[in-house]
């Protein structure tokens, strides 16, 4: 627990702090399995006056992350070509919402690769970022607040 509890207070370091949760996020992003809302938590846990730094820093990281997943369905297409929307519900569920079903990739599991399936059928990209933007601020704000207010 002590050893929690150190890392909590380097990374409520706002020097550190912020930098820290925006690779967290930006990494959280991508496919690879991971979360940041703890340690957005932990760094508004211990200093409250950073809850919308943090938040928005948070959110941008997510949203940046997200694009990075988005070029990479892009990319993936380019190189590959070989799957059809039509062959996969979720492609064919995306390709009728378009960019306003971004505004889901905040959601845990479906959300990342929601992002990369955006890329790959070659969504517009300004609208998709806005759409992952406005839902990634949505979780954060509401997943912070939940949190501090249960502890």
């Not at 706002?14 to 949760?21: H, K, M, N, Q, S």
């Not at 492609?91 to 505004?103: K, Q």
């Not at 979780?139 to 607040?145: D, E, L």
Request: hydrophobic content about 55%; charged content about 10%.
């Amino acid at each position: 627990m002590a050893a929690l509890t150190a890392l909590l207070h380097w990374l409520s370091i706002p020097e550190v702090g912020l930098t820290a949760i925006f690779v967290i996020a930006f990494v959280s992003a991508t496919l690879l399995p991971m979360g940041s809302e703890p340690a957005v938590f932990g760094l508004v846990k211990l200093q409250p006056e950073l809850f919308w730094p943090a938040v928005l820093v948070a959110t941008l990281g997510n949203t940046l992350g997200g694009a990075l997943t988005w070029w990479i369905g892009f990319e993936a297409r380019r190189v590959s070509g070989r799957i059809k929307p039509s062959d996969h519900r979720a492609m064919t569920w995306l390709s009728r919402y378009g960019a306003p079903a971004c505004l889901l990739s905040w959601l845990p599991i479906v959300g990342d690769p929601l992002c990369a399936v955006a890329g790959w059928l070659r969504l517009p990209f300004w609208p998709c970022l806005f759409y992952m933007g406005l839902g990634k601020l949505g979780r954060y704000v509401t997943m912070t607040i939940i949190l501090l207010s249960i502890t």
